[in-house]
């Protein structure tokens, strides 16, 4: 691949103040999450039922919820869940929406045309029905809810993937690679993916908000991660329901997690910029 | 135009009836029949109660009795509540619903278009900048978040507002058209800024500016237009998750509508009620849909190929 370009898109990025903070604070959220099992303060599931809800002080930086438990350690385990259900559901549709996407750009005619009419179909389908239905039916896993965002997120990926090797395919790298006698399977492998990382990237990094967004929602509604276990879309809710006595337990988290929105959409917003120059601006 | 109509019909078939079929087999393969749960039920009882809900028939007959009775509006009766039927509940909730949703996309539509078209009038001034950045704030900010804040500045510190009901009390419309209408109104913002934008450079724009007319009927007569092409084409999908927004704005303030029944639905396993509030949920999305394609392709010649 070609490296200059990488270069010029990473100093870009980094040019951007906007997305290079959110970058800085979303490389700091990921360690923070990944780190959490050996530094937190706390046990996630540890009550202190004598000390009940208290205010943010030296032993509990963001207060304890109802329970007595600690709001930084739950925030922090909350963090895994939320990162980790946006990231895996995002790699399952990014996986099925560049396959079926580059499939349907290569192959062209029929079998372009049938793969694309079930996009189009599968788009009208109102998901978060599906989604809250998949939970109802088969109970509250969270490996289930990732899979099953996962594999409702691939459509626009699979759309944007098969113009861009639609495009590609008419060019003449390609049809000097076919006559030198590549592989059709060697030519999507070594030429056509390569080249429609930039805009996969690009939406990669907007579909995670996204999904983290419908995590929370789901939690929110009761629908998604169950206590003791905690994300925090389920402690957005806590803290919302004790609001009144208790603000800390809906500040803190919600903070938390609208900065990691901000984030990912800022550095999706500066990649955008950076990857593809002609749009920016817009 | 006619042609357009029929290929957009002939995806949105299809696509209700994969709702309708998946849904319908999502629901009936669940581990467990809806009565499990009440252990102390005979055998005879239990054959009744199969039998009053079609469920001694095998499944697809269910599957084309239920469908026929959707073409004629019937989406069955509820597990839990027996006396009551899923079209009772939608009568009763989708117009509450109805009028949150129209409160919010009107608040969209008016704060959004405005906001719009002066970013596009002035753009990289103050005037572009400011209503911008809000915008990404307010779509960034989720309605799990906004409706408490909201309602903790507003109604509890405050106390400007009442913080739950909907018509119970004056002023209680305000914080839930608030909560779900402010994303959609950024997404306006954005829309129309771009779309004004393109248009703004056009040819035709010139064009009115030279004979003299003025700005202001620049602008609203030529230019918003087609500006607001993006805008229309965006009010289908709004629309989609304006109701999936009901669901958390709903139970957030307490309004008796059609997406807190079903989330309460979902939350007590009532399978029948949530068979039919899906199936009906999707016909209304998908309709509108529709609707919103059709009136951006009247709109915008270009969108007729």
Same mark, same amino acid.
């Given at each position: 691949?070609?490296?200059? %370009?990488?270069?010029?898109? =990473? ?64 925030? /922090? ?206 | ?33 809806? =009565? ?37 509006g019937?989406f ?10 899923v079209t009772e509940l939608i009568s009763i909730g989708l117009p509450v619903t109805f009028e949150l949703a129209l ?14 078209? %002066? ?16 915008? /990404? ?90 500006? %607001? ?14 109701l999936?927004?009901s ?9 008796p509508g059609l997406g807190?029944f079903y ?9 029948? /009620?949530?068979?039919?509030s899906?199936?009906f949920f999707?016909i209304l ?21």
């Amino acid at each position: 691949m070609n490296n200059t %370009l990488w270069k010029d898109a =990473f100093d870009r990025l980094i040019s951007n103040k906007l997305s290079l903070f959110s970058s800085i604070y979303l490389l700091f959220i990921i360690i923070l999450a990944l780190i959490t099992p050996f530094i937190a303060p706390y046990d996630y599931a540890y009550q202190d039922l004598n000390l009940g809800p208290s205010a943010p002080s030296a032993l509990h930086w963001f207060g304890t919820d109802t329970l007595g438990r600690d709001l930084l350690t739950r925030m /922090m385990y909350g963090s895994r869940v939320s990162l980790m259900v946006g990231f895996l559901a995002t790699i399952v549709a990014l996986t099925i929406g560049v396959i079926w996407g580059t499939v349907a750009g290569f192959a062209g005619g029929k079998v372009d045309t049938i793969m694309m009419r079930i996009v189009d179909v599968l788009y009208g389908i109102p998901f978060i029905i599906f989604v809250i239905l998949l939970m109802v039916i088969f109970g509250r896993n969270l490996i289930l809810l990732f899979m099953a965002i996962g594999a409702v997120e691939w459509l626009t990926m699979a759309r944007i993937v098969r113009s861009q090797v639609m495009s590609l395919s008419k060019q003449e790298f390609i049809l000097a690679a076919e006559a030198m006698g590549v592989s059709r399977t060697g030519i999507i492998y070594k030429h056509l993916i390569p080249n429609t990382i930039g805009p996969v990237i690009v939406y990669a990094t907007l579909t995670v908000p996204q999904i983290m967004l419908l995590e929370a929602f789901l939690s929110f509604l009761g629908l998604g991660v169950q206590a003791p276990l905690s994300s925090w879309g389920l402690l957005i809710r806590d803290g919302a329901a004790s609001m009144e006595e208790y603000w800390w337990l809906l500040i803190f988290p919600s903070l938390a997690f609208s900065l990691t929105l901000f984030s990912l959409n800022f550095i999706g917003d500066g990649l955008r910029d950076a990857l593809d120059p002609r749009t920016s601006g817009s | 135009m006619f042609n357009l109509i029929l290929r957009r019909i002939g995806i949105a078939i299809p696509v209700l009836l994969t709702v309708i079929t998946l849904t319908f087999l999502m629901v009936h393969s669940a581990p467990g029949g809806p =009565f499990d749960e009440e252990k102390a039920v005979s055998a005879e009882v239990l054959a009744k109660l199969n039998e009053q809900y079609n469920l001694d028939q095998p499944l697809y007959v269910q599957y084309f009795d239920y469908i026929s009775g959707v073409l004629v509006g019937d989406f069955g009766p509820s597990f839990r509540f027996p006396t009551r039927s899923v079209t009772e509940l939608i009568s009763i909730g989708l117009p509450v619903t109805f009028e949150l949703a129209l409160y919010s996309i009107l608040f969209a539509l008016c704060v959004g278009v405005l906001a719009g078209v %002066l970013g596009a009038l002035r753009p990289n001034t103050a005037l572009d900048y400011i209503p911008m950045s809000t915008a /990404m704030i307010g779509i960034c900010i989720p309605s799990i978040i906004l409706g408490p804040i909201l309602i903790l500045v507003f109604g509890i510190w405050l106390e400007w507002v009442p913080v739950r009901g909907w018509g119970y009390m004056p002023g209680d419309k305000i914080l839930p058209t608030l909560t779900l209408g402010t994303a959609y109104a950024a997404y306006c913002a954005r829309l129309t800024r771009g779309g004004m934008l393109e248009v703004l450079n056009q040819d035709f724009i010139r064009t009115a500016r030279a004979k003299g007319l003025s700005e202001t009927r620049v602008v609203v007569v030529h230019a918003l237009r087609g500006g %607001l092409t993006p805008v229309i084409a965006f009010l289908g999908p709004a629309m989609a998750g304006l109701l999936a927004g009901s669901f958390v704005v709903e139970t957030i303030f307490g309004i008796p509508g059609l997406g807190r029944f079903y989330v309460e639905a979902a939350f007590n396993r009532d399978y029948t /009620m949530i068979l039919g509030s899906s199936i009906f949920f999707s016909i209304l999305i998908v309709s509108f849909n529709l609707i919103s394609d059709l009136v951006a392709a009247a709109l915008n010649p270009k969108l007729r190929d």
